[in-house]
């Protein structure tokens, strides 16, 4: 049975695909007829549940969506459920990136605690859903490196790492992030209700 993933962000497709492999996995690119689905929640699991549902019904599928985002602890948790508009411009990462790094500028390095934030969902035609959350800390650099993944991973650097997620390899990357976390904390959960009668 195909599951469809609720995005068309080649990046995010690629790597879902390799972390929840030995599934169907399709993107959004199947099913032109769905919309781009708004993010009206105030949180990652209702935007997530806002996201599945919407394609489950969609598309007659399972679907799968997340929400995630980089929160800055000097920022209050922000850009948190903003991150990809940070700048006013969905999916801008050099403009999100630049405005973040330009509002944490003055801040002394040892203060620029962060982490990732990822809650994974999946909904079913029948409207039955479940969500689940992963978290990957670390600290931000004022200068990006890197040139692997996509988003604020040029500027994040893990806890225990002295490299960005950007220098990173798509393998290293999956084995720690807060997507690899969240989506594997989902597989089972995606085995067990597509094999219940």
């Known amino acids: 049975m195909k599951i469809v993933l609720a995005t068309r962000n080649a990046g995010k497709i690629a790597e879902l695909r390799r972390i929840l492999a ?4 399709v993107g959004l690119e199947e099913f032109p007829s769905i919309g781009e689905v708004a993010e009206t929640g105030v949180t990652f699991e ?3 549940l806002i996201k599945a549902h919407a394609v489950a019904q969609g598309s007659g599928l399972p679907a799968v969506a997340d929400d995630s985002g ?8 922000m850009p948190g459920v903003f991150s990809a508009r940070w700048s006013g411009r969905h999916g801008d990462d050099r403009a999100n990136l630049d405005l973040l ?3 944490v ?19 079913l035609p029948s409207g039955q859903a479940r969500a689940v959350d ?3 800390r670390g600290s931000l650099v ?10 604020y991973d040029p500027i994040f650097v893990p806890e225990g790492e002295t490299r960005t997620t950007a220098e990173m390899s798509p393998e290293e990357k999956d084995a720690i992030s807060h997507r690899g976390r969240a989506f594997r904390a989902l597989a089972p959960i995606v085995r067990d209700l597509l094999s219940s009668p």
């Open 22 to 25: 030995g599934f169907d996995i």
């Open 105 to 123: 500028s003055d801040v002394p390095a040892e203060r620029l605690t962060a982490h990732f934030a990822c809650v994974a969902a999946l909904a």
């Open 46 to 48: 209702e935007n997530a």
């Open 134 to 136: 992963g978290t990957l």
């Open 101 to 103: 790094l330009a509002q």
């Open 142 to 151: 004022t200068t990006p490196r890197g040139t692997n993944g996509f988003g």
């Open 70 to 77: 980089l929160c800055v602890d000097v920022l209050g948790g």
